[in-house]
């Protein structure tokens, strides 16, 4: 089956000539792409080119948006932000969004479910242990990469079906990034279907099925994982690494 042709039943996101704005500024000028059923793509490109914006584009967090977002079929376009989250999506934003003050276990408590099947209490612990040992500690004592990890957490609990993923290892040492692919991989096994934005490369091509290049708030290639390798000189050059 080719890239382009594929049955509607294996989509779950397409977002077409999505346009998207903060206030005047004219951020997303026509995104296109579609992401089918247990996926994980991959939104690449250099800073400010439009990837965490067209994340919150598909929630409806930007001023003004137009276009289509096909969500399993629904179109999303026009409904606000806690409606389109109730048709099974599920954000971790890089800024991870943790209450200082509230304990981990309260943290990851706090969303309510958007859908069924979301993972229970046992099996979150057990894919992060970490969180576990500090479940009674504020999130103000919480490394980086605990943060995370409890930012992560906290959407699969809910019952999101798509996960959209924003800088997950930004900042983080070596060995939590190389936690965080395994329990990606893993997340990816048990289908869920993954958009991630992310600026180390390696650690997303080893999880991807295929990778848009965004440039100027647009999609200018898509490269699947079979051709990684031998598009590796004209990635670099949209990634200028």
Do not use: W
């Amino acid at each position: 089956m080719s890239a382009d042709i594929v049955s509607p039943s294996l989509e779950l996101l397409r977002v077409t000539d999505l346009h998207a704005f903060y206030g005047e500024s004219h951020i997303l000028h026509g995104m296109d792409f579609r992401v089918n059923r247990g996926e994980l793509v991959t939104l690449l490109g250099r800073n400010g080119s439009g990837r965490t914006t067209t994340l919150k584009a598909i929630l409806g967090l930007t001023s003004r948006r137009t276009g289509s977002v096909m969500l399993n079929g629904r179109e999303t376009i026009g409904r606000p932000t806690h409606k389109i989250v109730q048709l099974g999506i599920g954000y971790c934003p890089e800024e991870r969004g943790i209450f200082a003050s509230l304990s981990a276990e309260e943290n990851l408590m706090l969303l309510p479910a958007v859908g069924s099947g979301g993972l229970s209490m046992d099996e979150l612990y057990a894919m992060f242990p970490n969180l576990k040992e500090r479940r009674k500690s504020p999130g103000s004592r919480l490394s980086g990469g605990e943060q995370q990890m409890l930012a992560m957490a906290r959407i699969l609990r809910v019952g999101a079906k798509l996960l959209l993923l924003d800088e997950i290892t930004e900042g983080l040492a070596p060995v939590i990034v190389q936690a965080l692919g395994r329990t990606v991989a893993t997340l990816k096994e048990r289908g869920f279907t993954v958009v991630l934005v992310e600026q180390n490369f390696r650690f997303a091509a080893r999880l991807a099925d295929r990778h848009y290049v965004v440039e100027h708030g647009r999609i200018v290639d898509m490269i699947e994982k079979d051709q990684l390798e031998a598009s590796m000189t004209k990635l670099q050059g949209y990634l200028g690494v």
